[in-house]
């Protein structure tokens, strides 16, 4: 028990768990593209071969943009959460360094999307990864709200917002189970989903 | 519309906007050398076979240049056309988001134009994704200059800044379109688009 | 001896060291995952192709998830050690330089353990170069506590905690020991050492 | 002529040249590890095989070390050197640009440097660059002094520090040619040279 009790304690500053995450958020969206790979040509100045490569790339091109959204969505609201805090105690580092190593997973079911694009098992995992993503900034979001929110805060906030974050969570596992019927379905699903909280809630707030 | 009403509201900060970009412009500007990869001796110890293949890399050499140069320059009037903002709103880390995502994607286009330099198509496309990058870039500026500027810099700013960014909208689809008769002269104007705003409008402004 | 003596001098602000070793600790626990590789499919809408395929990636998610949270649990002991100091001087910009050298290092031997499980070398390698960086840290620590801590800190320092920070090394120690018996066994005593120190001593200490 | 005078104008923030310049620093490091490839092995448990193969990585080990070390040198001296300007102008931000470029070239001569250890041209072109980024931080170090020092750090300066910075040079410039007769003495160069200003020049300076 006490082991647990200690991760209450701590006052840190927000600003180097910030600037940790804004780090992480910026390699990963960085290195999505990394999974569009030069095609390898048979004839070096032949446009059409080239052209008919960039085209077999598409599924890549769609995945890394929809993925690219999806880490930016979470970087803003990451922003909007971490600023309702007064401080982060040992419990809000570890919640969110829990986060953001399912963020910085985001690069593996983005390539096995790109790569498989008509696979179901790999366009379902890339929506369970997600589901499971925004659970996990679900945690943190409650947790602050329950034990760091600032006082001032408080009384503004929407009694409902982690209900509502559910939202997204279900449409990803309709787009993940979709994926075993319809993988356009599924991609359809994966990006309309973003749209939910693309401005995050109680935009009155003045940060 | 209220969807898009939520996007003009929020006052965020724009140091956490400055160092997520700033992150990003760093990662991309390093890994454009990965696509430098080491040759492969039969003779480890030739120094003319590895002399040879270093002489092959020339185009990459030169195309890891060119970008270099580039996203520094965007970096730049990046910092300066934040710096005329009091401060952010949603629309404005969307358009950022947007901006950074083509960004990062130069290492792709990159990697093309060091790998085919003399495939018209591989030539074209990063003059056009430049061009698009461009754009990117006065669409963000054409919005803090209407939304978001600050009041006392309003006064100061060229009326016409926007109409003359354009130049480099051109001069890069100009090189593109070089690329379909000759590959050496779209390098040409790669090499010299870079040299417009390569020193932000206005530089009697104080950051 | 001059030479060793100019290391003791010089008076450098904390917050451009955090930054930088920020930066690479983030850099460290994001390309973690790039050695999880996308399978190749003969079919490629082999539901069971992919998911044998993705079984077999088990190790290496094993891997990546032990390096994460040892690599989150040193960046969290590294903010607390640094708010220990008051400045720096140059004897600290270079044990914090070798420390993270170590900490860029940690790729390599998760790697290795996710490619080679079974291989009791592989294995034994991750616990020691674990219990290395281990005893870098510890030199930082010793350092600070000797010559750089914050007047008002020195009293509440635990007076054991250079001692007690070597169960860390020993556990590590242990089972890279273990390693040469049974995999197993150095699995779980890489998975159970962090747990030692995850929340930094003291957590009275208000940063 | 008006082109070049508009480098000398512009008052820039430094902070957020650091913060751009600390996030390349680091994922240069970072990225030195990635050359470290895990071997392939016909036996997956056989400890001897694998013992071999780390063995033959030894030399890559070793540059990787050297350029750590050369690397982590030019952060605390670019720290240094900007902590005497009062503010950055566009030259010192293209300065900074340019010597950025060629530090995130390293990764390559260092690479060339593990891969063939053996072939003099490899071996001579990692003590060229090194030379290369040398002249570059002097130029941005001999701007900083003329033009943009701060009033009160003026008179502190050593009037022969850019004339000493030239030892660096000449130092490696002579492993450079060394390598030409034996690649021992080039290796032994390299790790000198970077004992010299491992600590920058008037340490007395309070930052």
Redesign the interface.
């Known amino acids: 028990m006490r082991f647990f009790k200690?991760?209450a304690?701590?006052?840190?500053?927000l600003t180097?768990i910030?600037?940790?995450s804004?780090?992480?958020?910026?390699?990963?969206?960085?290195?999505?593209?990394?999974e569009?790979k030069?095609p390898s040509?048979h004839d070096?100045?032949?446009?059409s071969e080239?052209?008919h490569q960039?085209l077999d790339l598409l599924p890549k091109f769609l995945s890394w943009?929809i993925s690219?959204?999806i880490v930016?969505k979470f970087?803003?609201n990451h922003?909007h959460v971490l600023g309702l805090a007064r401080?982060a105690n040992?419990s809000l580092?570890?919640l969110n360094?829990i986060f953001?190593?399912f963020q910085?997973?985001v690069?593996?079911p983005t390539?096995?999307l790109g790569?498989?694009p008509?696979?179901?098992?790999?366009v379902c995992?890339f929506g369970a990864v997600m589901a499971f993503n925004t659970l996990l900034f679900i945690a943190m979001h409650a947790y602050i709200l329950r034990h760091l929110i600032k006082p001032e805060l408080a009384s503004s906030q929407d009694p409902h917002v982690i209900r509502k974050s559910f939202i997204g969570v279900v449409s990803y596992l309709i787009g993940a189970s979709a994926a075993w019927f319809s993988v356009h379905a599924a991609f359809l699903f994966y990006m309309l989903t973003p749209l939910f909280f693309?401005?995050?809630p109680q935009?009155?707030?003045?940060?």
């Open positions: 200690r991760f304690q701590g006052e840190l500053r180097r910030e600037a940790f804004d780090a992480v958020f910026a390699i990963v969206v960085t290195l999505l593209v990394l569009l030069v040509l070096h100045g032949s446009v080239l052209g960039l943009l690219f959204i930016c970087w803003l922003h401080h040992y580092v570890w360094a953001l190593m910085s997973f690069p593996f390539a096995l790569e498989y008509t696979n179901p098992l790999a995992m693309i401005v995050p935009p009155r707030r003045v940060d």
